[in-house]
């Protein structure tokens, strides 16, 4: 591709929006936006809006491939491109595959696989996320308890495996009560510099201090599968509130969370929010009753966007997308398109520690999304070239 500079945008930067164009090299990488390189396509955007590519931090799967699903390396390294190469459609241009409670081996097949990459005209694989299987069984939601362990009974090597901790892994999710979870914490960040995430738990809010000073730094879809906020006893939850709050992800779907309470933990803390989706792999596939996989032996329902074990009210996960869920969040805390993109942006930049993309920087990836007020896309761009 030659060097491309698009002009007459809106960028969406630091939850506000600047008139300025946005000039990518050859390379697909950002740069001042004069002198212009020779030979540079010039594209009028008409006043659209530029937002940084999307980063979902929670995925399970969609087109009925799921990250905990492993039969043999070819069909599911197919999966994994195939997945990255739809996820774009929703505005996403990175990702962290999200492998759930399973057992060790299947941990130890799948995540190979899920390592950070990039193929052309795809969202970046940018680590797996592991949620699981340091889990509290009673907030088990649909993860499998017969996979659960206890952290003081169980290393973290032994159940994902060294070369994966150091290769593959960039987030975990565990339930900081559960004896011995401190120390797991500590050797994930000390020792791994994984990022640790509080989720699944029921864990009381001195259990999440103590888990934030051991090095904890976010909370997983925040008030699902946690105790519920109580004005005694906030419990994992009320650490939004806190000056120094961990980031914390919601799923913005009416299905995990009602329209008000979503409003009101991203007013708790707008510059700690992340949106998720926590799709799974019904995602673009027709309703009806679909099979289990290892993490989930039952059969599924899917009607809309919500997938419920069958003949069960158990909640599985959405079918939603993240452009979705950031328009849901325009609407419902009254916020403009410029300050809920931060939530699928640079806010899981900075969580992450991602220095290469979601934010419209100098030096930074070109991956970034044109759309209008509305929050609909019109354009996907990954590293200077348009894929959607």
Not at 97 to 112: G, I, K, Q, S
Not at 283 to 310: C, M, R, W, Y
């Amino acid at each position: 591709m030659p060097p491309t500079q698009l002009t007459n945008g809106r960028l969406c930067k630091g939850g506000r929006l600047v008139p300025s164009s946005l000039t990518i090299d050859v390379n697909g990488v950002i740069i001042p936006n004069s002198p212009l390189p020779q030979d540079t396509l010039i594209i009028d955007l008409k006043n659209a809006i530029i937002s940084p590519g999307f980063l979902e931090l929670q995925i399970n799967g969609a087109l009925g491939f799921h990250f905990a699903r492993y039969e043999d390396p070819k069909s599911y390294q197919a999966g994994v491109v195939t997945l990255a190469q739809y996820l774009p459609s929703t505005g996403v241009t990175g990702f962290y595959p999200t492998v759930p409670t399973v057992a060790p081996e299947v941990f130890h097949f799948v995540l190979p696989f899920l390592m950070p990459s990039n193929q052309p005209d795809s969202a970046s694989v940018l680590g797996a996320h592991v949620e699981g299987p340091f889990l509290a069984p009673s907030k088990k939601g649909a993860h499998d308890a017969a996979n659960m362990h206890i952290p003081a009974e169980a290393s973290l090597e032994s159940i994902y495996g060294k070369a994966n901790l150091i290769q593959s892994i960039r987030l975990v999710t565990l339930a900081p009560e559960l004896p011995g979870a401190l120390d797991h914490v500590k050797a994930l960040r000390s020792v791994y510099g994984i990022r640790v995430s509080m989720g699944h738990s029921a864990a009381n809010h001195e259990e999440g201090l103590a888990a934030i000073k051991a090095g904890a730094s976010l909370l997983t879809h925040t008030l699902n599968a946690m105790n519920p906020l109580h004005h005694r006893e906030p419990g994992l939850a009320g650490l939004i509130s806190d000056g120094s709050p961990p980031y914390f992800s919601l799923i913005a779907d009416s299905i995990h969370l009602h329209p008000r309470v979503v409003a009101l933990a991203y007013r708790s803390a707008p510059d700690h929010c992340i949106l998720i989706t926590d799709s799974i792999e019904l995602s673009g596939l027709p309703d009806g009753v679909h099979p289990g996989h290892a993490q989930i032996p039952f059969n599924q329902v899917k009607a809309g966007n919500k997938v419920t074990i069958e003949n069960t009210d158990t909640l599985i996960g959405t079918c939603i997308g993240l452009d979705e869920c950031v328009r849901n969040l325009m609407n419902w805390a009254a916020i403009p398109l410029e300050k809920a993109v931060k939530c699928v942006t640079e806010n899981v930049a900075d969580a992450m520690g991602l220095q290469d993309r979601g934010k419209l920087e100098l030096g930074r990836r070109g991956d970034f999304v044109i759309l209008g007020d509305d929050g609909v896309i019109r354009e996907t761009w990954i590293l200077g070239k348009r894929v959607v």
